[in-house]
């Protein structure tokens, strides 16, 4: 058993660590509850069913711990709220066009944070590559073409703004 869940996180930490990052904004917070998440997924591993992909399932209760995370904090998020830009690669484009660049991708993500939350949750796993469609659709009880067309809107969205 700890062979696979050491598989699985090898595997599959990364991707609930992106999709937790997506969510709550807070590195550090995202690899506490990535870690919680495997954690979790030790204690239920005789209750996954099979039903969706194994990614899925522990998406599932990443967002679980986070919604438990948020009540602990009373729903009142973190004072920190600008994104982290320190993942930005941004040494090979001038300097002059370094700081317009910045506010760009400042701005993309506010306006993303700004979409309705499963529209916002799409949009940025898809961006983040950390699921498909159809891992995306299984997380939220719906099909991948559900997933595709929220997706298609959400970008919709953001073009108008």
Request: proline share 4%; with cysteine; charged share 30%.
């Amino acid at each position: 058993m700890n062979k696979n869940i050491e598989e699985y996180y090898n595997r599959y930490g990364q991707k609930v660590y992106a999709y937790l990052l997506s969510i709550c904004r807070e590195p550090d917070t995202a690899q506490e509850l990535t870690q919680e998440t495997f954690c979790q997924a030790i204690k239920s591993l005789d209750r996954f069913k099979g039903d969706c992909s194994v990614c899925t399932w522990l998406c599932q209760i990443a967002k679980y711990l986070w919604m438990k995370e948020l009540k602990r904090r009373k729903y009142h998020p973190s004072s920190n709220t600008e994104p982290d830009l320190s993942e930005l690669d941004i040494s090979i484009i001038p300097p002059d066009e370094k700081i317009e660049k910045t506010d760009t991708k400042m701005y993309v993500i506010r306006q993303i944070h700004e979409l309705p939350e499963r529209e916002k949750e799409i949009i940025l796993l898809r961006a983040t590559g950390a699921m498909s469609f159809e891992e995306i659709g299984q997380l939220f009880g719906k099909s991948a073409s559900w997933a595709r067309v929220t997706y298609y809107r959400a970008k919709q969205k953001l073009r108008k703004e």
